[in-house]
């Protein structure tokens, strides 16, 4: 790549620097030049110079742009197309909270390597995806596409879809992942799209780098910088955050690119006083590619001419590029993987529906069951009602691929089955209610997060009936289900899961499917509570059970949750014993194991997801009340015992201190297990190895 770079010109390697739309490509540039080709700012002979193409349609389409790009590219080279493939192309999964409920791992690999096959066929090259923003703030409207609130779960989940992405090989059977937003981009201000952050680097390093680093630990080629500020800078042009820590302190070295239209944004943020000063700024903090904008070859080339930029900071940048496409075999076949014919045999196949089938499955929580109204028996009759009985559109945001007609509803589902019937024949009431694909996803923020009140209404004038209400939730973010609780006998949190979702639903409701999902969000009681997670720090008066009125408490409201974290109820009953410790003290280099037995005390086998957490009594900073630090997904059989055994290092011990460094202290540690963050059991052990400061690799060594 070194020769190739050796043979470029200077407008030639910056326009390795340019993502553009492929309708600039396969349009007649010369009677187009309005609209989005005057914004850019690009001759005709300059738009065959840039560098990727922001989504693609079909595998025809990518052949006709690859083409004609590569008829009128001096050096012959390839385009590289990239999309976002967030949860499925054709085959829709859950979304990414949804899937992060199966606290499955492997589900998650699975689904992002179908995602990835499917891809290859239209000739997609990288998805902007996994997005690894830690999200505690139900309002902003892209939660739906992240895995929770909880630093560990997002370095592990970011990691396996990483890996399912990318494949053992990526040159012959992956696309490179693009995890995003870099950084913080979850903690946007009143849950607002696009708005300021506000955070210290404690707290940036503590808490929010975490799934981004796990998405580099697994290979992932390719970061994408956030909207909004971090210390009051751009994060697109932040070179702090880019260069020091994002490339230095967590050891990436692979492609940064903006997101959409950020490089020139960040004049409208008031930082960049124009788009010559944007580019500069953008260029200077190794932000590689801008995305649809061409700011960088109509700003930059005389800069570089003149050695007012250094030529290093260009090549290094175009390297980063070439080097990625070489990664992914482009040189030897700029038409990697594209076929119509591959593309109908694999897309929607039944391998691929199996997985999806699977995935809607373990995603789903079951809230409520008051009284083991749920399963219903295979021949209970249903009165079906509310806006979701008949929607076929339970893909979700991000599902541009996704195709609708292939998707069943739970009315027509069931009615075949002949179990719709009117409400006084039928034994009990299935409300399907929530969101609508539209109301998540980006620029889909809101105030109010309460289950719908007409909905509400409804479901009230129905317990007039007397009989079992089953209200079944559609929501790409948690909802505020207080008032559903109390008007509902059974409550099923179904999300947006994908192509199989009523297949799902209807298996879950009918017992077919033991629902073993578990909370990666928080849900709060009321509006009032939000920001609300599960790993608070104490307050200096902390609500205890003794009467003292001035304590850290709401007047109107409890403290706590409807529905903490960790949790999710099953068919099963599983029974956790105590928490036993091979040991008292842990010496440095030491580990301590962990065992408990836990129990399906029911005749109904499934699986139940066992939580270990930890709490550092007494550190230089203050510590959360409970951190998950491990967990396994079990299954068990009806009526079986299993001994459950951790392992606690050193590693589940580092947190920062105050001047930044990774740290582990002496001292008292708690370990609490249990099915969810506030039904846990408790143990208490010693670390008495020396106090000591950690290299930041330590906590990584996790993939």
Known sequence: MKELLKKMTIEEKLGQLIQIAPFFYIKDLKNELYGPAVDLGLSKEQIYKTGSVLGIGSPEEMIEVQKKYLENNRLGIPLMFMADIVHGYETIFPIPLAIASSWNEELITASARVSAKESITSGIHVTFSPMADLTRDPRWGRVMEGYGEDPYLNYRFSAAATKGYQGKNIKNDGIAACVKHFAAYGLSEAGREYNTVDLSEYQLKQNYLSGYQGAIDAGAKMVMTSFNLFNGIPATMNKHLIKDILREEMKFNGVVISDYNGLRETIIHGISKDNKDAAINCIDATLDIEMVSGTYMTELKSEFENGTLPIKLLDEAVLRILNLKNELGLFEDPFKGVSRVEHDKIVLSKSHLDYAKKAADESIVLLENKNNVLPLKENQKVFLIGPNAHERNLNGAWSWH?????????????????LVHNIDAADVVVYFGGEKFNESGEAKSKTDINFNFGQLEEIKKLSAYGKPIITVVASGRPLILTDVAKHSDAVIQAWFLGTKAAE?????????????????????????QVPIYYNALN?????NNYDNEYTSVYIDSPNTPLYPFGYGLSYSKFVYGEIKLNKEVMRENEKIVVEINVSN??????????????????????RPLKELKKYQKVWFEANETKTISFEITESDLVYYDSNLKQRIDEGDFIVYVGPSSDNVKENIFKYSGRTKEIWLSLIHKLV
């Not at 996704?402 to 002949?418: A, I, M, P, T, W």
């Not at 005390?601 to 007494?618: C, K, N, P, V």
């Open 601 to 622: 005390d029911s005749s109904r086998a499934g699986f139940e997801t066992i939580q270990l957490y930890i709490r550092d009594i007494f550190a230089k900073v203050s």
């Open 504 to 528: 799902s639903i209807s298996d879950v409701i009918y017992g077919n499917v033991n629902p073993s999902g578990k909370l990666t969000m928080t849900f709060p009681r009321s509006i009032g």
């Open 539 to 543: 307050t200096g008066r902390p609500k």
């Open 402 to 418: 996704g195709k609708r007609d292939v998707n069943e509803n739970l009315f027509d589902l069931l009615s075949k089955k002949n």
